[in-house]
């Protein structure tokens, strides 16, 4: 399929625990083949950029396009590549409404306990994968001593069509089991 970079006249970029969340409007041709992809390119942070493919239709048309991507930790921008060329987008965390129809998901703008992470799996409903990132958050923290409980797990999904869609679990280290060890 002939796919190709198309200009956006609004990009916001949101980040928290871990995922970050690009959407995109503006008008181009195929508006149903608008999306936001990580590029070839291996650098970090990772680059973006909007694209659409060719199809039968004639004219432009409004799109809004979004898309879910895994990164670590919060930079301060993210290049996203249009047919402009690059574009610097700040990075910010999540508003309390994403648009008038969608409420931000609490897990997103929740204050966690510096003892707390949150793992997620964008787009899917596996929870070895967001268990799997909870722990690897831990990890980091408590390097070769994770003893973690689970919290809370969830589902958001959330828009018309869906727009947000993930699995999380919120993990706690355990004071229980460090606090036995050091009595031992």
């Given amino acids: 399929m002939n796919c190709y ?4 006249t609004s990009i916001k970029a949101y980040w928290a625990h871990g995922l ?5 409007s503006g ?3 195929c508006p149903q083949f608008a999306s936001i ?3 070839l390119i291996t650098i970090f942070p990772p680059e973006y950029q909007v694209t659409t493919c060719a199809c039968a239709e004639i004219g432009t048309f409004p799109y809004n396009t979004h898309a879910w991507f895994h990164l670590a930790e919060q930079p301060e921008t993210v290049t996203v590549h249009t047919h402009e060329g690059p574009q610097k987008v700040e990075v910010e965390g999540f ?3 994403l648009s008038d129809e969608l409420e931000t998901p ?5 204050k966690l ?4 992470v949150v793992g997620i799996s964008p787009n899917s409903w596996d929870i070895n994968r967001a268990i799997n990132d909870a722990v690897g958050q831990l990890e980091k923290l408590y390097p070769g001593d994770v003893h973690a409980v689970l919290t809370d797990t969830g589902v958001v999904a959330a828009g018309s069509p869906v727009g947000i869609a993930f699995l ?3 993990m706690k280290q355990s004071a229980t089991k460090a606090a036995s060890k050091r009595k031992s």
């Avoid at 970050?20 to 995109?24: K, N, P, S, V």
């Fill in 20 to 24: 970050l969340y690009l959407m995109a």
């Fill in 5 to 8: 970079l198309i200009n956006a």
């Fill in 168 to 170: 999380y679990v919120r």
């Fill in 113 to 116: 306990a510096k003892d707390e």
């Fill in 27 to 29: 008008d181009c041709e």
């Fill in 37 to 39: 992809s990580q590029t």
């Fill in 95 to 97: 508003p309390a409404d």
């Fill in 106 to 110: 609490a897990v997103l703008t929740a």
